[in-house]
Structure formats: C-alpha cells, structure tokens
C-alpha cells in the first residue's frame, strides 16, 4: 500500500508542476512526511516531470566513461503521461503478467512492454490496486501474477 500511494504522490507532484519547494515542504511536515522522505528528485524526473529547458542531446556533453561493460539497450518509450497512455501501458502490462506461466519479475515485464523500471512499477500498482495483479515477495525478489 505504501509503493502505491508513493507512487500517486510523485504522479501529484508530476501533474502539478507549478508546486513550489516550500509548498513541498509544508507537504513534508504534514501527512505525507513519510512519503516525501522515500521522493528523490530523480523519481520525479524520471515520471516525467523533468524540465522543459533540458539540453539538447547534441548540446550535452559527451560521457568519458571507460566502462567496457556492455550498455543495457535503451529501453522502448512508452506514453504514460495521458489517461490514455496509462490505460493502454497498463493492459499490455496486464496481458504480458496474464501469459505468464508463473509469476514474474517487473525487470521481465520491462523487457516485454517497454518503458522505465519506475513506469512498469508505477503501473503494476495500480493494476494490483485494481484487484487484477497480485504480487509476492520483497525487493529484488517481488514477483507477480495475474488474479
């Protein structure tokens, strides 16, 4: 229950992007102490509340990095920012987690469906909050199941 209304205060804080610091703060000192202390900036970015001044990727910098460890592809976008996007991730999600022949784990369910690690979460909760995904486990370890 706490992922979930975790999980509806970044959507909050992502549709209401006129919020200031010090009205998050006054959340923060209120009923959603606990919530706003699990919240990093990067969850919020990452729903896709980043800012529109962002560079451009030509603009940015090139990365030095020597890591000769293969690169995770790139994930295939999703639109989970409309109603409609949601409604449409979340049944392939649900048909994805419904073909399963056991439970599965969400980065499974990302490699299907597309989309970020927080969206496939993000939309795993509301289907459990729906009644129509259970789930098992902790962590690393969760796993989930069509009901």
Do not use: H
Request: hydrophobic share 40%; net charge positive.
């Amino acid at each position: 229950m706490e992922a979930v209304e975790r999980d509806v205060f970044i959507n909050l804080v992502c549709e209401n992007p006129q919020l200031t610091l010090a009205e998050l703060t006054r959340l923060g000192k209120g009923k959603f102490a606990n919530l706003l202390s699990t919240v990093s900036v990067g969850d919020i970015i990452e729903a896709g509340g980043s800012s529109p001044t962002a560079p451009d990727e030509a603009e940015a910098k090139p990365s030095r990095t020597k890591n000769t460890a293969k690169a995770k592809p790139k994930a295939k976008p999703v639109n989970t920012r409309t109603p409609e996007g949601r409604r449409a991730y979340d049944a392939a999600v649900l048909s994805i987690v419904g073909e399963a022949d056991r439970a599965i784990k969400a980065p499974e369910i990302t490699a299907k469906v597309g989309g970020t690690a927080l969206q496939v979460r993000k939309s795993l909760a509301r289907l459990i909050e729906l009644g129509k995904v259970t789930w098992e486990g902790k962590a690393r370890g969760m796993r989930y199941s069509a009901v």
